[in-house]
C-alpha cells in the first residue's frame, strides 16, 4: 500500500468518525471557506475539476425564507414549502451540500449567480438559498486532478449518508417532489 492510499484511508476514516466538520475537511484537502460574495468578488477558486460544500458556520435550528430569492429559470420558482425544508434539514451538520464541478470557479459563479436571483438552467444546491444565512455560508473546494469529480462527489455523499442517515440538506431535491 503506498503512502497515498494509507492517507486516503486515514482521511476517509476521519470524515466517517468524525462528521463533516471544517477541520475534518480541511484535513482532508479542502480550502476557501469563503462567502459566495468573497467568491465573486475575488475569483479565488481554481479552473479545474473538483468536488465542493457549502457549509454553515454553526449548528442549530435554521430559519426559512417564505420565497427563494434564486433565480426564475424559465420563469419556475424555485422556492419550497418549509415543510419540504424542514423533512431535508439534517441536525448537527455543518455541510449543507456537496457538489462536483469539471471547472470550480464557473461552477461555483454559477452557484452564487443563481443565489444572486440570475436565471440560471443549474438548480443543485437551490435549497441553500431560502435559509435565511445564506449570505454567511462558507464554500470551500478541493481539487480533484486523476480522479473524476462526479464519483468524488458521490463517495463523499455516500460517507454524509453514512454518517447522518440521509444525504446534505440541499442535496436531494428528489425528496421534495421537483
Known amino acids: 500500500m ?7 484511508i486515514k482521511s476517509v476514516a476521519a470524515v466517517t468518525a468524525n462528521g463533516f466538520t471544517r477541520t475534518v475537511l480541511e484535513t482532508d484537502g479542502f ?11 475575488e475569483d479565488r477558486a481554481p479552473r479545474v475539476g473538483g468536488i465542493y460544500v457549502v457549509a454553515r458556520r454553526s449548528a442549530g435550528n435554521p430559519e426559512f425564507l417564505d420565497a427563494n430569492p434564486g433565480g426564475r429559470f424559465k420563469g419556475k420558482d424555485p422556492s419550497v ?4 425544508l424542514r423533512l431535508n434539514w439534517v441536525d448537527d451538520a455543518e455541510v449543507l ?16 449567480d443563481f ?3 440570475k436565471p440560471i438552467g443549474h438548480w443543485g444546491g437551490r435549497l441553500i438559498w431560502q435559509l435565511a444565512e ?3 455560508l462558507r464554500v470551500a473546494w478541493k481539487e480533484t486532478p486523476g480522479k473524476v469529480p462526479r464519483h468524488e462527489e458521490a463517495r463523499l455523499i455516500n460517507e454524509f449518508r453514512d454518517h447522518y442517515g440521509k444525504p446534505p440538506f440541499a442535496n436531494d431535491p428528489h425528496r421534495l417532489g421537483a
Not at 503506498?2 to 486516503?8: L, V
Not at 414549502?81 to 419540504?84: H, I, K, N, P, V
Open 134 to 136: 445564506a449570505e454567511t
Open 97 to 112: 451540500y456537496i457538489g462536483k464541478a469539471d471547472e470550480l470557479r464557473r461552477r461555483l459563479r454559477q452557484f452564487a
Open 2 to 8: 503506498t503512502r497515498r492510499s494509507r492517507e486516503r
Open 31 to 41: 480550502t476557501g471557506w469563503i462567502t459566495f460574495k468573497q467568491m465573486s468578488d
Open 115 to 117: 443565489g444572486a436571483g
Open 81 to 84: 414549502s418549509e415543510e419540504a
